[in-house]
């Protein structure tokens, strides 16, 4: 593991956030403090702090669900964005979940298939997060890890190269949660997509990521990064993931500590 | 020396397998943690398939002790044999079924007619907060009035015609159908409208895929509350626009039985009413609804 403030440059990256800046009014607190980040193609970069760090209100700036106070984002590419709550549609079963992000996309690939196609590649896609039956299941049929594959599949279905996660597997019970780690990495490994993945949780973002970057609260600035550099597939229980954590979750504390 | 391809055949079969095994992990988690559903006890089903009829029964007993009892003069309260011999006398000059049929077919295209105006006006209320300020007021007014209210109005405006008996339908069903539908976009929870931007859904895409069908079980509520509505405006009307140019229905069949003084006549058509009114819900409402709750899991069975 070894620090650095930043990567290195020979790749152009897919997303170039410059000073993000965001306040709800012009005397609010500031929720986001210049924030930097530029994220190479198929990069994994996993956020982490503490509540109040303005991690939500940076995905949702990055989808457009928000607009930033001042500063840029440089991309050619959308993003899709997958939520701590499965949000998939209740009326819809969960393949057509899938194929409804086909529908709306406006994607090339996503636009030229007919309905035939979209069926058969939201098929593709749930058996790419290993549910090959789940197609005519409605989503209060599955359980919350299958809900959050078939998220997942409705995420890449939107045929974008960057995928926001917003705390998806918070609400999962540990081993479902420790099985999805599995399946994120074998899927990202797939599809050469750039993640980024923001979390409370210190241990997940090391057993996942390239990169962890550990942000302040209020305002949310981003304190510093480590590179992550043992090799995939890791396992969340390993001693070297615990030391990587434990020192991360220092700084954390370190942090945590300052708003006492 | 002669180990490198062997090594790299070791280590796809590795990956291989792990890759096998998560795929097995992921089953068999999936297995676990889906419960196999266990349906509803067929006892269970007949019970709720026949209760109503003892609700019937228990009425039909009463209705017959107090003619047992003789507690009224027939033409006060006849017996139920009574009334439905004067059914079958109905039936048999050719009133009953064309008076029924006339009357469902105005219903029904009342209905129809009704959705038609309060699904835009009830969407645009529901989307638009300055157009609600200005109008839902205004709705909530109508709905609050009887729409019998309307019928001498109607009948001043567009005469003993087909027009005023849809006038007043309208003036029922209206602003319940659009209520409804105003209440269920309220009641969409925000992820979902969340989740269709973050998917692209907008204008009307977003209309079609996130905001119909997230407002259903509200709309659908508002839905059977606006045919009954329109069911009762609709006696109403027939009850007091009576005209030879209008045609049998169920109102004037009661009416009929009104100026004859024919007590039978007149339980006789009430019973009418109400049982076109049960078997609509029975059969088009109540299908629907159970299917919408079962699909989104909101029966708990």
């Keep these: ?260 | 020396m002669p180990n490198f391809e062997h090594i790299d055949i070791d280590i796809a079969l590795e990956a291989k397998k792990r890759q096998e095994d998560l795929a097995a992990m992921s089953a068999g988690l999936d297995a676990l943690e889906t419960s196999s559903k266990q349906k509803g006890s067929r006892s269970k089903a007949l019970l709720k398939a026949f209760a109503p009829l003892a609700a019937v029964a228990i009425v039909l007993a009463l209705w017959q002790l107090a003619i047992v009892l003789k507690l009224q003069p027939d033409y006060i309260l006849p017996s139920p044999a009574q009334v439905f011999a004067s059914l079958v006398d109905q039936f048999n000059q050719g009133l009953l079924v064309p008076s029924a049929i006339n009357s469902l077919r105005r219903g029904v295209q009342g209905f129809a007619i009704s959705l038609l105006i309060a699904v835009p006006v009830g969407l645009a209320l529901g989307l638009n907060p300055t157009l609600r300020a200005i109008a839902r007021p205004l709705l909530t007014g109508l709905q609050q009035l009887p729409s019998v209210a309307w019928v001498p109005a109607a009948i001043i405006w567009f005469g003993l015609s087909d027009a005023t008996i849809f006038a007043v339908v309208l003036l029922g069903a209206v602003p319940s159908i659009a209520n409804g539908l105003i209440s269920g976009i309220d009641q969409i929870p925000p992820i979902y409208l969340r989740a269709g931007k973050v998917l692209g859904a907008k204008g009307f895409k977003n209309i079609y895929h996130i905001v119909i069908p997230g407002a259903w079980p509200g709309f659908l509520g508002g839905l059977e509350q606006g045919w009954a509505f329109a069911w009762r405006s609709l006696m109403a009307a027939e009850l007091i626009a009576v005209a030879p140019s209008l045609g049998p229905g169920l109102g004037l069949m009661l009416d009929t039985g009104r100026q004859l003084g024919d007590m039978s006549l007149v339980l006789g058509s009430i019973i009418t009413i109400m049982i076109v009114g049960v078997l609509i819900e029975r059969l088009v409402f109540s299908p629907i609804r159970q299917r919408t709750l079962r699909n989104r899991g909101l029966i708990g069975r």
């Design chain 1, 1 to 260: 593991m070894s620090e650095s403030y930043s990567g290195s440059t020979a790749v152009e990256p897919i997303l170039k956030i410059r000073n993000l800046t965001k306040r709800y009014a012009p005397n609010a607190p500031v929720i986001l403090d210049e924030f930097n980040l530029d994220l190479k193609p198929g990069e994994f970069v996993a956020l982490v702090g503490a509540s109040g760090c303005g991690k939500s209100t940076l995905l949702n700036i990055l989808t457009g669900l928000e607009e930033p106070t001042s500063g840029t984002i440089e991309t050619s590419h959308e993003a899709s964005l997958m939520f701590q709550e499965h949000a998939l549609l209740p009326w819809l079963t969960a393949g057509e979940n899938v194929e409804l992000a086909l529908k709306l996309s406006d994607a090339p690939e996503a636009k030229a298939l007919n309905a035939d196609g979209r069926e058969a590649r939201a098929q593709e896609l749930l058996e790419l997060v290993h549910l090959p039956t789940a197609f005519d299941l409605r989503p209060h049929e599955l359980s919350g890890g299958m809900r959050q594959r078939v998220a997942i599949a409705r995420a890449l279905a939107q045929g974008r190269k960057i995928l926001l996660m917003d705390e998806p597997f918070a609400a999962l019970d540990a081993i479902t949660r420790d099985l999805l780690h599995d399946e994120l990495i074998r899927i990202w490994d797939e599809t050469g997509l750039a993640v980024i993945f923001v979390t409370h949780n210190v241990r997940e973002a090391v057993r996942l990521a390239q990169r962890v970057i550990l942000m302040s609260s209020k305002p949310g600035r981003i304190i510093r990064e480590w590179n992550i550099k043992y090799a995939q597939p890791r396992r969340i229980d390993s001693s070297d993931i615990a030391q990587a954590a434990a020192v991360i979750t220092d700084e954390l504390r370190k942090e945590i500590r300052r708003h006492a």
